[in-house]
């Protein structure tokens, strides 16, 4: 019979500067055992409990080791990895022995080596590189998150929180004037519905209306103001028109709200009891006040600002013939690149997650499978296929060596061929229980994991989703690269994206940033790769280079050493309110609708194509997958090719390489 046993392990910083500290011990019964760390120059630090097993039928059971280091200061500052015995992984075989049990061991580290000093023997590793880290300020940061949720306005999740300090604009109220009726004015309130009873507009056309208010009729047929000379935005921005384009705009295909639900949109969260955890982080880390979206316009080209500080050209969302030129077998490419390529070039590695199971849904069966479509792999270098990862496994990777320093994460869509429900995106039509959800998840894998001392988290929203906010947007510096494309009906009339979109909320969340504080500095998407850039010294897009945003939210890391008062857990998500359950005739009825020329959901079948090509060098598979894309015409075609293309690419095994853990080339 084996003996159970254990040992502490201390670790000595060898390196002449303040080195950030991660532990890993590793013995199959008892799995990942970890610690962390700051050490200055010379000092021991620890120690980490480990346990293992001696005696008879102990042989089998090995021993496994790795450090990682984040050194600040002194001649070799850098992140730092100790390399196993083969191939990439991070992890080193050394036995504990029965001459180890309740010793006190002393580990050392540098940048060049791991020395696993057993009293019974012991074994040593090489370092590798990972890459530099923030230069200026106290702030060690060797692993940046970034969570981005749909379609909020700041006003609407914080305006009336009651948290003090936050911004507020002169608007408090917007009037409709029905056809044929009487004006009736709708103030700003609380507590606003949980889910929406129709989606809001927020295409190009329906932002210019609700920052300027309702206008004569224009070509397209809407009512809102035109554009100025030279396809300037028009002036002023007095954010009179919310009430009015919802009440009336057709843009989602959802219908219209009933006349006594147009108010809703003017409404606030009562955010303590409505959003519990995003209200403790807000209270806990920074608010930021004045975030804006990139520009005034819809998810897609607003979610590309965050990858690569321009969309591109992109104004509107995609239709069906723009976006199939964009993702044949290759994805939406970019003049300047994306972060992903910035960090390809740069040496450092990446990881993006999704939430593909539903797990924090309040109706998990309406977004099933197809929610899980990483919008992210729009882009070219990204695929669905090799770059993207199950949330399910994201509390226990960062349990183990985690080599990547950016890590963005995507919520689940719900149900993408229609109203997104069943999703933990907070789309206006989904609960935004399940959001909450997420985010819960995403903040206690990361503060209770071993990255937490050395990490940032960046929580945003990719736009306003048509609800009111108080704050003008303002000026922005062009995305500086070349963005004409006669495909987009406001950049061919000359819109530069020299304009802001709505404010959306944003937290920022880190053991170096200050507890309780709402920044009023005015930042956006690009402050994203900006941000990157100024940590890991990798290249940035232009406007991400441009003042105000070079250098991202690295002003916020302010705190001499990481915090050691943020909370490990925290509020929990609301119970999903109870709604009635879409019906099998309800169903096949949507099913038979055709699908929409522009909007998501083309977007979301061109991804689906783009992965299954991914999966095929065949030239007659690839044709005949083009011709049935090419041939879909209902919403329930849609839900199959769609489900079809996620349920392909999730059934491929992942690289040993791709694997967090691993322990065996």
């Avoid at 954010?239 to 009015?244: E, N, P």
């Avoid at 069906?320 to 994306?338: H, K, P, R, S, V």
């Avoid at 894998?445 to 990490?455: D, E």
């Avoid at 090719?641 to 967090?660: K, S």
Wanted: glycine content about 12%.
């Amino acid at each position: 019979m084996s003996t159970p046993q254990t040992a502490q392990v201390f670790i000595t910083n060898t390196t002449d500067g303040t080195a950030s500290i991660q532990l890993f011990h590793q013995n199959d019964p008892y799995g990942v055992e970890n610690g962390s760390w700051v050490a200055a120059p010379g000092e021991t630090v620890g120690p980490l409990l480990v346990h293992f097993d001696t005696g008879i039928g102990s042989w089998g059971q090995l021993d496994w080791w790795s450090v990682t280091i984040g050194v600040k200061g002194g001649s070799q500052s850098g992140v730092y990895r100790s390399q196993g015995a083969v191939g990439s992984t991070p992890w080193k075989e050394c036995q504990l022995q029965s001459g180890d049990a309740g010793r006190q061991l002393r580990f050392t580290v540098d940048t060049g080596g791991f020395a696993i000093n057993l009293d019974s023997g012991g074994c040593s590793a090489p370092m590798v590189r990972l890459g530099s880290v923030l230069a200026d300020g106290p702030a060690t940061i060797t692993n940046v998150f970034v969570l981005m949720l749909e379609n909020h306005s700041f006003d609407n999740v914080f305006g009336q929180s009651g948290l003090p300090g936050i911004t507020a604009g002169p608007v408090t109220s917007n009037t409709w004037t029905p056809e044929g009726g009487a004006p009736r004015t709708f103030p700003v309130g609380s507590p606003a519905p949980v889910a929406m009873s129709t989606d809001p507009g927020h295409e190009f056309d329906d932002v210019l209306e609700q920052l300027c208010g309702p206008g004569d009729q224009v070509d397209d047929g809407a009512h809102h103001p035109p554009l100025g000379p030279g396809g300037a935005y028009p002036s002023p921005i007095d954010m009179s028109g919310f009430a009015q384009n919802y009440a009336t705009t057709t843009s989602e295909g959802t219908g219209l709200p009933a006349a006594d639900q147009v108010g809703d949109i003017m409404m606030g969260f009562d955010t303590a009891k409505q959003l519990p955890t995003m209200y403790e982080l807000a209270s806990e880390y920074v608010l930021c006040d004045h975030w804006f979206a990139s520009m005034p316009g819809p998810t897609w080209p607003n979610r590309f600002f965050v990858h690569a500080g321009s969309s591109g050209g992109l104004d509107h969302s995609p239709s069906n013939t723009e976006i199939l030129g964009w993702e044949l077998g290759t994805g939406f490419a970019l003049q300047d690149g994306t972060v992903y390529d910035a960090l390809d070039a740069g040496g450092r590695a990446w990881r993006v997650y999704i939430d593909d199971t539903n797990a924090y849904s309040d109706e998990p069966s309406k977004g099933s499978i197809l929610g899980a479509v990483p919008q992210v792999s729009a882009l070219k270098g990204v695929s669905k296929v090799t770059d993207v990862f199950s949330m399910t496994h994201f509390a226990s990777d960062l349990q183990n060596p985690y080599p990547y320093a950016y890590t963005f994460i995507e919520p689940n869509w719900g149900d993408v061929t229609s109203s997104y429900q069943g999703g933990s995106s907070q789309h206006p039509m989904d609960d935004v229980a399940g959001g909450e959800g997420l985010l819960n998840a995403v903040y206690t894998a990361i503060r209770n994991s071993p990255v937490w001392n050395t990490s940032l988290l960046i929580v945003t929203y990719d736009e306003h989703g048509g609800f009111f906010d108080s704050v003008a947007p303002g000026a922005t510096p062009p995305p500086g690269d070349d963005s004409s494309s006669p495909g987009n009906p406001y950049n061919a009339s000359g819109f530069d994206f020299a304009t802001h979109g709505v404010r959306v909320p944003a937290l920022v969340v880190s053991p170096w940033v200050a507890a309780g504080v709402v920044d009023h500095t005015v930042r956006e998407h690009s402050s994203v790769p900006a941000t990157v850039a100024q940590l890991f010294g990798v290249a940035a897009p232009a406007r991400a280079s441009a003042a105000p945003f070079a250098g991202g939210v690295v002003d916020l890391l302010t705190q001499a050493t990481p915090r050691t008062d943020a909370p490990t857990t925290i509020a929990s998500p609301p119970a999903p309110t109870v709604r009635p359950h879409v019906t099998e005739e309800e169903l096949a009825a949507e099913d038979r609708e055709p699908i929409p020329q522009t909007g998501n959901l083309p977007g979301f079948l061109a991804i689906a194509l783009k992965t299954r090509l991914e999966l095929t060098d065949d030239p007659d598979e690839r044709a005949a997958l083009v011709q049935q894309y090419e041939q879909l015409s209902t919403r329930g075609e849609a839900r199959t090719f769609i489900g079809r293309a996620m349920a392909m690419a999730d059934a491929v095994p992942t690289p040993d390489e791709n694997r967090i853990g691993a322990t065996t080339p």
